[in-house]
């Protein structure tokens, strides 16, 4: 049965890194729904984060097949319930929208947004939550017009603290003991 997995992977910052991951998921034709990377809270370590939605037993293999790649220090897993995720979407609206009613900033408050500038010819609106927040805003902003709509992928840390953080801090150790070795010759 297919389900909502986010993939986990931690690298090193290596050139090609992202080509060879996404790759792998070409290879078994499996489309990625959503990709971040960003820093993680290791000096030196990324964090990809990919949204995919398959079987169990496939997202073990790829899971697997993507530890094996150079670069790459360790990969994890997990279902929606194992994580806490969010996603950050824009919406440019025509300033007129909100010129002849109260009916778009009580939208604005009603899902929680927030107006990041105000110029003559637009507003942005910034939405934080999951996709289906805010695809819910998009509908309901639609009827008074959007200029232009951007979503984030989805950015996400787990709920449980061991795995994760006890392997990082393995790499940290790792790193400033070969920094260490480094220093003395």
């Given at each position: 049965m297919n389900r909502e997995f986010t993939i986990?992977?931690?690298?090193e910052h290596k050139v090609g890194l992202l080509h060879r991951l996404t790759t792998i998921f070409t290879r078994r034709k499996i489309s990625i729904e959503s990709l971040n990377t960003s820093e993680s809270e290791i000096r030196g370590i990324f964090r990809f984060t990919i949204v995919i939605t398959?079987?169990?037993?496939?997202?073990?293999?790829?899971?697997?097949?993507?530890?094996?790649?150079?670069?790459?220090?360790?990969?994890?897993?997990?279902t929606e319930d194992e994580i806490v995720y969010q996603?950050?979407?824009l919406y440019k609206v025509?300033?007129?929208a909100f010129a002849y009613s109260?009916?778009?900033?009580?939208?604005?408050?009603?899902?929680?947004?927030?107006?990041?500038?105000i110029e003559p010819e637009y507003?942005?609106?910034?939405?934080?939550?999951?996709k289906e927040e805010t695809r819910q805003l998009f509908r309901e902003l639609e009827?008074?017009?959007?200029?232009?709509?951007?979503?984030?992928?989805?950015?996400?840390?787990?709920?449980?603290?061991?795995?994760i953080t006890s392997y990082?801090?393995?790499?940290?150790?790792?790193?400033?003991?070969t920094a260490d070795e480094v220093l003395t010759y």
């Open positions: 986990t992977v931690f690298t398959t079987t169990e037993d496939t997202v073990k293999s790829v899971t697997k097949q993507i530890e094996k790649q150079i670069g790459i220090l360790k990969a994890f897993y997990h996603e950050i979407a025509p300033t007129a109260d009916e778009v900033e009580s939208l604005i408050r009603k899902h929680n947004a927030r107006i990041l500038t507003i942005v609106v910034e939405k934080t939550g999951h009827p008074f017009g959007i200029l232009q709509f951007a979503r984030s992928g989805r950015i996400a840390i787990t709920k449980q603290i061991k795995e990082l801090r393995e790499i940290e150790k790792h790193q400033e003991e």
